[in-house]
């Protein structure tokens, strides 16, 4: 009967019942950083928002030059992962604009020197390619 009891009431405690520490909530469940100790009882609601997308809604990557120009060494760029239809795209700030205008992908050249080397340009004409550097993260050039 105890058992029935507590599986049935949500508690919204703040204070750890092992060692009486502060109880942070987490992505699922209030939990102790002392102790561990975790309120799998808790009731509360998802908060979640219609309008974004999982996929899009914290992937905002900073991207770093690789190229060979030193003058270009400490420019990033933002790219955020975004859903065209049934694929995942690219959506790039350009570097160079003061607006941080969005870039749209352009083909790639005859020549493709790198395997998985994607190319933006904005409205400015302003170029830039997405290639992965040697440690396999992305990066512009």
Request: net charge positive; glycine share 6%; with cysteine.
């Amino acid at each position: 009967m105890y058992a029935t009891q507590i599986a049935s009431a949500p508690v919204q405690q703040s204070e750890c019942p092992r060692c009486h520490a502060r109880l942070i909530k987490t992505y699922h469940e209030p939990e102790c950083l002392q102790c561990g100790y975790q309120d799998y009882r808790f009731a509360g609601e998802a908060k979640r928002n219609g309008d974004q997308s999982l996929l899009s809604s914290a992937t905002r990557y900073v991207v770093r030059y690789i190229g060979d120009s030193p003058s270009l060494k400490n420019v990033i760029t933002y790219v955020q992962a975004v859903r065209i239809g049934n694929r995942l795209a690219h959506a790039v700030e350009c570097p160079f604009c003061p607006g941080r205008k969005i870039m749209e992908q352009s083909s790639l050249s005859g020549k493709r020197r790198e395997f998985r080397e994607e190319r933006f340009k904005c409205a400015d004409s302003h170029r830039v390619s997405l290639t992965p550097d040697k440690l396999g993260f992305l990066a512009w050039k």
